[in-house]
């Protein structure tokens, strides 16, 4: 069974950042791929940030720079990070990590699709007051 389990998040001002991990544990595939959704009320779940088994890593462009996704392999389990730079009030959302247990798609854009991924972590909070 994969199991995520999302932890940071909070309500920070705008301007500062923020450090959102999610422990990803049960992949039985040397080949996975990772990623970064939010989600305001309303809306549909975005993709921000993908990463796969190699540490290759995909944003969605008009973040580029203010996001940056890593991922911490031990033999026991992997965790997965999104660094948020310059916190702006619109990137108040739900953000959820993601994984399956498959290659990354060939297609960058596609990688920060939800549809790609079938495990998902419960949410965390993220609120940018100015």
């Known amino acids: 069974q994969v199991l995520l389990v999302q932890s940071g998040g909070g309500s920070v001002q705008a301007g500062g950042s923020l450090l959102l991990s999610c422990a990803v544990n049960g992949l039985t595939d040397s080949d996975y791929c990772m990623a970064w959704f939010r989600q305001v009320p309303g809306e549909e779940r975005k993709g921000v940030a993908a990463?796969?088994?190699?540490?290759?890593?995909?944003?969605k462009y008009s973040e580029e720079g203010r996001f940056t996704t890593s991922l911490e392999t031990t033999p026991r389990k992997n965790t997965l990070f999104l660094k948020i730079h310059s916190l702006e009030p619109e990137d108040t959302a739900m953000y959820y990590c993601?994984?399956?247990?498959?290659?990354?798609?060939?297609?960058?854009?596609?990688?920060?699709?939800?549809?790609?991924?079938?495990?998902w972590g419960q949410g965390t909070q993220v609120t940018v007051t100015s």
């Open positions: 990463i796969d088994h190699n540490g290759i890593t995909s944003y």
């Open positions: 993601a994984a399956v247990n498959d290659p990354c798609n060939e297609y960058p854009t596609l990688r920060l699709i939800e549809y790609e991924y079938n495990f």
